[in-house]
Structure formats: structure tokens, C-alpha cells
């Protein structure tokens, strides 16, 4: 699985951006699609994360209510459309794939990751 993330740029606090994440190779609906982030200084965090069925997401405290993951199984792409996008939000947004459905906010049980797309608040 190679993952191609994108969408990232320069955006003023309040504003909104939206991610995506281009998957090729085998992808199954048992996968489940994260995006994660890490700011300098900072360990690499969770966002949100989605099953590729679509069924289950789940967000990270901070950005809920703001950020909405989604995908587009025809298109083999994952989404994450950032809102009211705030100073703090700003790192290098990785998305990642694990071949298991199950939930978890961990990043080292995620065996796939694209190369990453720099998100930049300014306030």
C-alpha cells in the first residue's frame, strides 16, 4: 500500500483546508485510515482515523467538532477537511493505513504512511 498526501498550505486562523490521502496498491474494507500529525519539538499525535468501510471514525479531543474524516472508496482517497483551523493546528499531517479495522490513536500499529503534508495557521 502507497499512500499520497496533500492539501496542505498556508491558511489564517478561522480558515479551513482540506486533506487528502491517495492510496494505491491492494486495499481492503478491512483497513482502517488514520491521518496523524506532528509538530516541531512535538511526538506525532492522532487526528482522526476511519475504517475504509466508512462505518467507523473517531477524532482526537482537540479537533473535534471542527475536523471531518472521510473517504471516497471509488477514488481510494481519504479526506480530512480542516475547519476553524487555529495556530495550534499547524504541523506536518501524515496519513497512515493499518490492515485491521479495530481502533486505535497509536501510531506504531500503523504499518503504512504517506510522506506528509505541512499545515501551516497563522494568527
Known amino acids: 500500500v502507497q499512500l499520497q498526501a496533500s492539501g496542505g498550505g498556508l491558511v489564517q486562523a478561522g480558515g479551513s483546508l482540506r486533506l487528502s490521502c491517495a492510496a494505491s496498491?491492494?486495499?481492503?474494507?478491512?483497513?482502517?485510515m488514520a491521518w496523524f500529525r506532528q509538530a516541531p519539538g512535538k511526538e506525532r499525535e492522532f487526528v482522526a482515523t476511519i475504517t475504509w468501510s466508512g462505518e467507523s471514525s473517531n477524532y482526537a479531543e482537540s479537533v473535534k467538532g471542527r475536523f471531518l474524516i472521510s473517504r471516497d472508496n471509488a477514488k481510494n482517497t481519504v479526506y480530512l477537511q480542516m475547519n476553524s483551523l487555529e495556530p495550534d493546528d499547524t504541523a506536518v499531517y501524515y496519513c497512515?493505513?493499518?490492515?485491521?479495522?479495530?481502533?486505535?490513536?497509536?501510531?506504531?500499529?500503523?504499518?503504512?504512511w504517506g510522506q506528509g503534508t505541512q499545515v501551516t495557521v497563522s494568527s
Open positions: 496498491g491492494r486495499i481492503f474494507t478491512s483497513y482502517r
Open positions: 497512515a493505513a493499518r490492515t485491521t479495522s479495530f481502533y486505535t490513536p497509536r501510531p506504531q500499529y500503523y504499518g503504512y
